[in-house]
């Protein structure tokens, strides 16, 4: 099975954004992350609300992003936190989320993710990526121990492409998060199609 997250980011669509978004949602993947961490909060309200039909209409979740007061208000199935936010999450908000997911950088953190409520977690930076410029990236020995610290599906983020997907799977990833490909491809169906080729192959 190919699960492959989408992570948005609109600043680098050449298209409109919420079209880009249309068409990676028709493409199904495993989610979309609504992650605009630049956005006021007022503003990013109001795109989630466009976000939430978007993905809704494709029966795709939308798990919104760091505004967890606002996906709270929303009514959104899923919220994703930085770990150092999800300390901080009060369990009466906690418990409006069926998907709580968090970002970490190491087994111990994975580990503490998990205790604090987490559904699933992104680890990384896997691979080099542009995203993360000058940063050595964590690699696979890391995805490695950290999905084994928990019990919990594990995505892999940072580099990851159809490539070298079977590498994070292998690695025990449930799968993998995927921003600049997702938010630049020409075809996001074709893109995801060959993640799911890989996944077959496998």
Known sequence: MCEIICVTNRALCGEGFLVRLGRIAAAKPKAVILREKDMQPEEYRKLAVQAQMICSQYGVPCILHSFADIAAELGAEGIHLPLANLRELPAEVKSRFSIIGASVHSPE?????????????????????????????????????????????????????????????SAGAAGACVMSGLMTCEDPAGYLERFRKESDSE
Do not use: M, W
């Open 109 to 169: 953190e994975a580990a503490e993710a998990q205790s604090l409520g987490a559904t699933y977690i992104t680890a990384g930076h896997v691979f080099p990526t542009d995203c993360k410029k000058g940063l050595a990236p964590r690699g696979l020995d890391f995805l490695k121990k950290t999905c084994a610290a928990v019990g919990i599906p594990v995505y892999a983020i940072g580099g990851v492409c159809s490539g070298n997907y079977s590498l994070v799977r």
